[in-house]
């Protein structure tokens, strides 16, 4: 590929770079930045990644975690509730960290669309996903 040299500093400009799309590096997007407490602290940790369909008017459990988890929506829109907090509203394409040790209840409020979600957290190993709450 020639380039004119006038118009190098254009095109690096409109594109970063002068490699085609294919040879630059793939770099992610930021999608939430948070500092949490109640990361668990032993000497090694399980890291486990999930996925759920919520059907529409569905809910989970009224429950705790012990640890942050991360939920990041793939389709549809979800609802969580948590005790003595604002009710939370994440979308598709947005995350968000729900807190340990806080009573919570996830609803997809859709009549038609099911939720999906990626659930992402650390813990120690062994430690169980949620505490149902009665």
């Known amino acids: 590929m020639r380039v ?3 118009f190098l500093p254009i095109l690096l400009a409109a ?19 948070e500092t949490v407490s109640g990361m668990p602290r032993g000497a090694t940790q399980e890291i486990q990644v999930l996925t759920a369909t919520i059907a529409p008017g569905q809910s989970t459990v009224f429950h705790t975690h ?3 988890v991360t939920v990041y929506v793939l389709e549809g829109t979800f609802t969580l509730d948590l ?10 394409g947005q995350s968000m960290v729900e807190p340990p040790n806080v009573p919570m209840t996830g609803h ?3 009549a038609t ?11 120690d190993p062994g430690t169980p996903f949620l505490h149902p709450m009665h």
């Open 83 to 92: 005790q003595g907090r604002e009710t939370v509203v994440v979308r598709a």
């Open 108 to 110: 997809n409020r859709s």
């Open 15 to 33: 594109t970063g770079s002068i490699l085609p799309a294919a040879a630059q590096p793939a770099r992610p997007d930021l999608l939430l930045r």
């Open 113 to 123: 669309e099911a939720t999906r979600v990626v659930i992402f957290f650390v813990a």
């Open 4 to 6: 004119h040299l006038a």
């Open 66 to 68: 012990a640890f942050p």
